[in-house]
Structure formats: structure tokens, C-alpha cells
């Protein structure tokens, strides 16, 4: 992925601080934050487009739904090639963080809450910090950043 200066970014973007209490920062790709949710359970990422005010895809210019749709193929090419799962979920739910975000969750059939949705289900099991260091790392690679 392309550093953060590949294109400009709007003043005013803030991260909700759900986001910010769930996750952990692994850096910019074009268009998004790329964050880490911190559950165990599940290699996950979260993409948020650093645009202010931006609660669905619909409202991204065409050009960014592009970028937005590349990094979630990224993310998923990350997880094929590190985790080798199942399936691959992507969703963009919004109902209790109303900012634009898009979850991409690597599933594998013998995971805490197969084959039903991992919302609401369970408790998160944060990342040791060893491991979270060791994932964050690889996907930094991963990404080129």
C-alpha cells in the first residue's frame, strides 16, 4: 500500500474513540487508518477512510471507494497469505461506532464463535503484549509501512 502522502487528506479527521479503545494503530494506507482490534480470537482488521464526517461508503468520492475497496483486497491477500482462513468477513455495520469503518475478520472453522457472526458473542481476549507486537510487525511488513 501507498504511504498517507499519496494523496491529500482533509483537515478535521478525528477517530472515534470506540475505535481508538477496540484498536491499536498498525499505520496509514492510502486512504485509511489501518488498526488491529484487540481480540485474540480473530486476526481482524479495521479500515478507517481518514475523511471527516463520513458514516457510509456512499458518501466517499468514486475515486476513494476504489482505494477503499483496493485496501480491503489488501487486507484480505494479508490474511490468505499469513493466516490461511476459512472465509474472510467484511463488513460495514455502523451501528454502534457511526463513523465509516469496514471490518475485514479472518474466520476458520474452529474459531470462538464458527460459523455465526463474532458480534456480541464472547469476550475480546486482548493480545498479549509479545504477540501484539510480533502481529503488528508482520502486518507492517505486509503493508510496506
Not at 478535521?12 to 489501518?34: F, N, Q, R, Y
Not at 460459523?115 to 501484539?132: K, N, S
Amino acid at each position: 500500500m501507498a504511504t498517507a502522502t499519496s494523496i491529500e487528506l482533509e483537515q478535521g479527521w478525528t477517530l472515534h474513540p470506540k475505535l481508538i479503545e477496540d484498536t491499536v494503530g498498525i499505520g496509514p494506507s492510502v486512504l485509511s487508518a489501518i488498526r488491529l482490534m484487540n481480540d485474540a480470537r480473530y486476526p481482524w482488521l479495521i479500515l478507517v477512510p481518514r475523511r471527516p464526517n463520513m458514516h457510509e461508503f456512499v458518501e466517499l468520492q468514486d475515486n476513494e471507494q476504489s482505494l477503499l475497496l483496493d485496501e480491503i483486497r489488501r487486507c484480505c491477500e494479508l490474511f490468505k497469505a499469513l493466516h490461511k482462513p476459512a472465509r474472510i468477513n467484511i463488513a460495514m455495520i455502523g451501528n454502534v461506532v457511526p463513523q465509516l469503518h469496514v471490518h475485514v475478520i479472518a474466520r476458520f472453522t474452529d474459531d470462538a464463535t464458527w460459523p455465526r457472526p463474532v458480534w456480541g458473542l464472547g469476550d475480546a481476549q486482548p493480545y498479549t503484549p509479545e504477540v501484539l507486537n510480533a502481529r503488528g510487525t508482520r502486518y507492517k511488513q505486509f503493508f510496506g509501512i
